[in-house]
């Protein structure tokens, strides 16, 4: 089992360094110091971290959701609300509400940074920010998910 945590830990990591790079950036020069695209390519890069991170994830928890269902001999009509609490609690809904929330602020940011006449470098900078905040906070759901279906499966 601990095998299995590592090596989501691991994905998890790598993720979060490849995303940590894209929101250092690279900033395409301007008069400004930033350009109207990196507003897009930032928002974009959310997208597709977002998108990496459930399908690298979402399989293995489904996986560890049927084995749970098997170990308990759960019926199918057992399993929805006996694995409830694995996916469902006060932590994932505050998890939830922290990534609804910084997503609604990087749309909002991102459009207002790409609609602008002059690129505002000090908004592609909270930009970043904001996006990195919104990888980490899924980070952290995931891999409190996988830890709670972990202790799961042992006990």
Known sequence: MKSAVATMLWGLATIWLAVSAAAQGTPTATAGGCAKQEFESVVEGAAGALRDLNARNAPG??????????????????????????????????????????????????????????????????????????????IEKWAYMFGKIERGLVN
């Open 61 to 138: 928890f489904q996986d560890k959701l049927r084995l749970l269902r098997e170990r308990r001999k759960w019926t199918a009509e057992e399993f929805m609300d006996k694995a409830a609490p694995f996916v469902q609690d006060e932590r994932i809904a505050g998890l939830d509400q922290r990534s609804t929330d910084l997503l609604s602020k990087l749309n909002t940011m991102g459009e207002a940074g790409a609609a602008s006449d002059t690129p505002d470098c000090k908004l592609l900078e909270d930009l970043r920010g904001t996006m990195k905040s919104l990888i980490d906070t899924q």
